[in-house]
């Protein structure tokens, strides 16, 4: 999902609301549909520049306004018609959420359309941070064809997702894993009884063709960039927790099949040159032939 501000989480909710309440044929004292949108243009400008005291008081005029919209719809929801009644509170409740939650509050409210949505700290420089759901990857080691991929949602630490992760991989290999290699994050995961966990850090008793295959591991971060840029797994267009799930395995599904089609592609190639090149040496074979018998 893109990056929530507060004034596009604001604004967005006022305009939810007030559309909400039109259709439900009641009428507000005002909107605030010419005045809120600027505002929140002027603060999304304010914090470009880093003139944050400005910012910090337009922050503050544009929760009055949405306050207002959100005391107004409350005041009028017994009003509203029947079938219309468990939307409005359910909108209700998420604006008063976003007008109650302070900046480093837990478990705030990212977004509108996906409550579910969590930040992730990832700790680089370039993204510090994610906001969505959770996602395990599991690829053979050779390969590097996916065998289990899960939404983790609750932001839960790594090394409390590996058994997880490792049954869903014994349920659809029907064979369970003898080595596993794993990044820092996975240090003391609990592991099913015959399963044995590498990691960098492990460097005494290590063998050349462990530390070859733990060096491996790094190979599944080129997959997971490629299945987020061309296997649309940075974006979920899926609802809820359940939309995340199986968001997330046709992820890994599309990401095999384009492996499959690539060597296909390949082999279809080799077929081709093969089949050229024998259609030149039989031409030249026939030239030689003219050129004697003539």
């Given at each position: 999902?893109?990056?929530?501000?507060?004034?596009?989480?604001?604004?967005?909710?006022?305009e939810q609301l007030v559309k909400l309440v039109a259709e439900a044929g009641m009428t507000l004292r005002q909107n605030y549909n010419r005045v809120a949108p600027k505002l929140a243009g002027k603060i999304a400008r304010y914090a470009h520049a880093r003139q944050y005291q400005r910012m910090r008081s337009h922050l503050k005029?544009?929760?009055?306004?949405?306050g207002r919209v959100w005391r107004d719809a409350s005041r009028q929801l017994s009003q509203a018609p029947e079938h219309l009644k468990p939307r409005i509170a359910d909108l209700l409740h998420k604006v008063e959420r976003l007008l109650k939650q302070q900046p480093k509050d837990s478990h705030k409210l990212y977004s509108l359309h996906a409550p579910e949505a969590e930040c992730i700290a990832k700790g680089k420089v370039r993204q510090p941070y994610e906001f969505g759901v959770?996602?395990?990857?599991?690829?053979?080691?050779?390969?590097?064809?996916?065998?289990?991929?899960?939404?983790l949602?609750?932001?839960?630490?790594?090394?409390?997702?590996?058994?997880?992760?490792l049954q869903?991989?014994?349920?659809?290999?029907?064979?369970q894993p003898k080595e596993v290699f794993v990044?820092?994050?996975?240090?003391?995961?609990?592991?099913?009884?015959?399963?044995?966990?590498y990691h960098r850090k492990l460097k005494r008793g290590i063998?050349?063709?462990?530390?070859?295959?733990?060096?491996?591991?790094?190979?599944?971060?080129?997959?997971?960039?490629?299945m987020k840029n061309d296997g649309r797994l940075r974006r979920n267009w899926l609802k809820g927790t359940e939309g995340d799930a199986f968001h997330a395995l046709l992820c890994g599904c599309g990401h095999n099949l384009r492996m499959i089609l690539r060597k296909l592609r390949l082999l279809l190639a080799l077929i081709l040159v093969r089949l050229q090149w024998?259609?030149?040496?039989?031409?030249?074979?026939?030239?030689?032939?003219?050129?004697?018998?003539?």
């Open positions: 999902m893109p990056y929530p501000t507060d004034s596009k989480l604001l604004n967005r909710g006022r005029k544009l929760k009055t306004l949405v959770k996602v395990s990857v599991a690829t053979t080691h050779r390969e590097g064809l996916v065998v289990g991929m899960c939404s949602p609750g932001n839960p630490y790594d090394g409390h997702t590996l058994h997880a992760a869903q991989v014994e349920i659809l290999t029907q064979r990044d820092l994050g996975y240090r003391g995961a609990t592991l099913p009884a015959g399963v044995k966990l063998s050349a063709r462990l530390k070859r295959d733990i060096r491996r591991r790094s190979a599944i971060e080129p997959a997971i960039g490629h024998q259609a030149a040496n039989n031409n030249a074979a026939t030239h030689r032939l003219t050129v004697v018998y003539s």
